[in-house]
């Protein structure tokens, strides 16, 4: 009996060591190649499509926010899977994680997680659109759910502010990380599709556009978005500095430039306001915090929502399917 019991707290003590918290250089023994292949592979798809380190920064949100950073936005088993959820619209960059992942099973076979793809190569999409440079600690497993449900709680960029700070709080994220978060809109693009309310219904009349919108602004976005038009034309997220990983966004959020309406939103908030503040300030590049340093410290902060390690979860062959 005793024997037993001395194995069970041996095994109790291997799983507890097994689910410990992921750290940096997971794989560095096991697969010490895995940075190169990724960044390459990300390389690569950037220099192709320009727009691809916005869609990989944005995979990685939508992956976390959903069930955990579990890799779970990948799977494709039929339309139930979480990928088709309305609240992914528009989420795509799965071929490029997979390319990854193929090459990773080539060099270190059923060793690299989806889940940790995803994360390393939205750190390397940041890099490509001269964004900072970060470590990522590793050690993610891929879950074994996928279901349109877990994406109901996503941000919508019609969300109140009120809702947007409950639903970063319920994933433990603070007023701070919703505006450094939502800086990640510095590069990509919007479709016309998510400007249609904003622009020609907005709340609470249900006409006109949001009049939060300075209005030297609002004909050129209507202009691309005209009424009754093609609603999935793009249009940059962060006027004028689309491609480059920079604190304009915070500066367009603050002077009503904002171009999605869940951006401008942190401009009415007296605690969302604040922080922007701190970054644009006169005194803040000298005195203030730093943008870039604090994205870092929230992204990887976001990186850590509901992770699977040790013993739960799997090491998937392909991102797309289950084993």
């Known amino acids: 009996m005793a024997l037993f019991v001395l194995s069970l707290l041996f095994f109790s003590f291997l799983m507890g060591s097994s689910e410990s918290q992921l750290q940096v250089g997971f794989y560095s023994n096991t697969c010490p190649q895995v940075d190169s292949i990724i960044r390459a592979v990300v390389r690569d798809a950037v220099l192709s499509d320009p727009n691809m380190a916005a869609v990989l920064l944005r995979l990685h949100f939508h992956d976390c926010f959903a069930q955990g950073c579990d890799g779970s936005i990948l799977i ?3 339309p139930q899977s979480e990928r088709h959820a309305f609240g992914h619209q528009g989420v795509r960059g799965f071929e490029v994680i997979e390319r990854a992942k193929a090459q990773l099973e080539g060099s270190c076979p059923g060793l690299v997680s989806c889940a940790d793809i995803v994360a390393l190569a939205a750190r390397d999409a940041v890099v490509m659109a ?3 440079a970060y470590q990522v600690p590793t050690g993610r497993r891929d879950g074994l759910v996928s279901n349109l449900s877990l994406a109901d709680d996503m941000p919508d960029v019609s969300d109140s502010i009120e809702l947007l700070k409950t639903k970063f709080l319920n994933k433990g994220l603070t007023v701070k990380d919703l505006v450094l978060l939502s800086g990640a809109h510095t590069i990509g693009t919007t479709a016309c599709f998510f400007m249609t309310r ?3 219904n ?3 009349s249900g006409e006109g556009s949001d009049p939060a919108i300075r209005q030297n602004f609002l004909p050129r976005l209507k202009a691309r978005c005209p009424q009754n038009g093609d609603v999935n034309i793009r249009l940059a997220i962060d006027e004028g ?14 002077e009503g430039f904002a171009v999605l309406e869940s951006d401008a939103r942190l401009n009415d908030d007296i605690a969302t306001k604040n ?3 701190s970054y644009v300030s006169p005194f803040s590049p000298m005195f203030g915090p ?6 870092v410290e929230s ?4 990186g850590q929502i509901g992770v699977k390690t040790g013993f739960l979860g799997e090491i998937r062959r392909v991102c797309s399917a289950f084993n």
């Open 299 to 302: 992204v990887v902060k976001m």
């Open 290 to 295: 730093s943008f870039e340093a604090d994205f």
């Open 130 to 132: 001269n964004g900072p």
């Open 198 to 200: 904003r622009l020609y």
């Open 275 to 277: 922080v922007i503040d």
């Open 241 to 254: 500095s689309e491609q480059k990983f920079d604190i304009n966004i915070l500066k367009n959020i603050r």
């Open 202 to 204: 907005f709340f609470p």
């Open 76 to 78: 494709e088993n039929g």
